[in-house]
């Protein structure tokens, strides 16, 4: 399988991060490709809503996005973490899922999606706060879309909340589940 990793928080060796990596480290790389992009290190602009996609089912920009246009077009698995940010996404995450307004166009206004079928999409998600609903509305209702976008079936979201009181390293409860869910990802 392929797997693209994207990282959306802003600093790394905390809590996303380590979520991440411990995740990646614990896939069977005999049996899966795996690529991580660090959104941090790319240039991506922001949506403008112009809508050149809309007519020409691909973004008029040229930039860094474009390298994950084609790790998305290809991938078998869609790896997404990001920290919680004023209950969503972080910002670097958003303008990334924002862009792919160019496989909405293609999928929903034009009707040709020309994605890998079968995808599948998960999310890694790690909150400062204690999180009464785990389901993570504001998170979840933004990611459900971006994966619906690029033809991803939501399989999972492994949460990590309260971050701010007990951090990732000492969450071996969550950790074993970070393992078993990466161990059997295909
Ligand atoms: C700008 C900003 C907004 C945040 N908003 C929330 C929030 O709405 N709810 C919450 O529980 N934690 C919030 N946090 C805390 C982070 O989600 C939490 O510290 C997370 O684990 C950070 O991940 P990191 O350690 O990988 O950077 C926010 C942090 C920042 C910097």
Known sequence: MKIIAIYGGPRLNRNT???LKRYLENIDINKNT????DLKDLTISMCDACYYCAKNAKCKFNDDMNLIYKKL???DIVILATPMFFNS???LTKVMIDRCQMYWSKKFLLKKQTLKKGKKGILLITTGAKQKDKTI???SLVVDLFFKSIDA???ETILIDNTDNKPFEERTDVIKHVISSAKSIY
């Open 17 to 19: 991060d380590q979520m």
């Open 34 to 37: 795996i690529e991580r992009v």
């Open 73 to 75: 077009d290809e991938a």
């Open 89 to 91: 996404v972080s910002s």
């Open 137 to 139: 509305p504001g998170v």
């Open 153 to 155: 079936k939501f399989t």
